[in-house]
């Protein structure tokens, strides 16, 4: 759906590109991908195209120890090709990944190994509001944590844990957080704003808070005939 050059400690450490997968299993109501998951702006890259689009910032990786982080929709899905992505670098270029973990375990069987990171959007611990906000169980998520603690990966494992407006609350939040730093996990905090935009927060989690989204966010793969809508043409159509 995107990829995006130069981020500076905001998808991880260092200096480095996002890539964002299409398709999720989730169907999150505050999700910000949402509008651009049904939009069909999208394009297809070999893992090739993809490196050799990458290797420019090669340097910048090299000095900051940065590298790709692959987020979406839900980019876990896509082991395989990561795993081809990693075959094809040698392990040279740090991958970190931005997954719910809510997608079957031979998926993150196969890129716990070559993964340097997961960043874990957990969203609540307890499967009624997990359920509530997301409109899935939360089993794939809680036998993924736990394959990933019984096998040595936890150390591996940022799980986050936001506060969700009309879904979870604080105490809500302190219990998923105690179990999963009693599960071996670090745990980050962060609160959903919502904005003047239903359903379309902006999540702060040490960046700062933007007041709409930018025109370029789909970079280079930003079609020539904006099918993104305004902001008043999206409130007039919900």
Known sequence: MGIERLRDNVDGPGIRTLVLFDSCPLHCEYCINKMMLKSGIKKDFSVEELYDILRIDDPYYEISDGGVTFGGGEPALQSRFIEDFYNLTEGRMSIILETSLSIPLEHVQKLAPIVDRFYVDVKDMNPEIYCDYTHEY??????????????????????????????????????????????????????????????????????????????????DLKPEEDIIHTGDEREEEM
């Open 138 to 219: 939360n089993y794939f998520l809680i036998t993924n944590l736990e394959w990933l603690a019984r096998n040595g990966y936890a150390t591996k494992v940022i799980a986050r844990v936001p506060l969700i407006p009309e879904f979870n609350t604080e105490e809500d939040q302190a219990k998923s957080v105690k179990k999963l730093k009693e599960m071996g996990f670090e745990v980050e905090t962060f609160k959903y704003v919502q904005t003047h935009k239903p359903l379309e927060p902006i999540m702060l989690m040490g960046v700062p808070e933007l007041p709409d989204y930018p025109d370029d966010l789909m970079g």
